[in-house]
């Protein structure tokens, strides 16, 4: 049995690293995000940029959230830019995940070298 929506990750991964070959490292988050909304687009894929999510308690909606990007209304993209994926954007896109209907997302980290982290909260009917 393959990854969840694994087909799409891997076309975004590709993606991921056509922009950092690119842009290589340097560049404030935004310009990697805009950069990522073209090259997706291009590559055929389906992308929404900057997703309002409101955050809940006890059925309340106690603030608001924002998604970088949602790929094919599938998977949600968190662009940092860090040496490496950090435990607090990992923390900050399963709280997203757990917010929304999305299961599958991805950190993607542009810093010399890319990297990545895909994250699961698969919701249970």
């Given at each position: 049995m393959g990854l969840l929506h694994g087909?799409?990750?891997?076309?975004?991964?590709?993606?991921?690293r056509e922009v950092h070959d690119e842009l290589?490292?340097?560049?404030?988050?935004?310009?990697?995000?805009?950069?990522?909304?073209i090259a997706l687009a291009d590559a055929g894929f389906t992308v929404a940029r900057e997703v309002d999510v409101a955050v809940r308690f006890r059925g309340?909606?106690?603030?608001?959230?924002?998604?970088?990007?949602?790929?094919?209304?599938?998977?949600?993209?968190?662009?940092?830019?860090?040496?490496?994926?950090?435990?607090?954007a990992v923390g900050q896109?399963?709280?997203?995940?757990?917010?929304?209907?999305?299961?599958?997302?991805?950190?993607l980290t542009f810093g010399r070298r890319p990297d990545q982290k895909r994250v699961v909260f698969t919701k249970t009917p």
């Open positions: 087909d799409v990750t891997v076309g975004i991964l590709r993606v991921f290589r490292h340097g560049h404030p988050e935004v310009i990697y995000q805009r950069a990522m909304v309340r909606v106690i603030g608001r959230g924002r998604l970088d990007l949602v790929v094919n209304d599938l998977v949600v993209l968190e662009c940092k830019v860090a040496r490496a994926v950090e435990q607090d896109l399963l709280g997203y995940l757990k917010a929304t209907k999305y299961e599958v997302g991805l950190v």
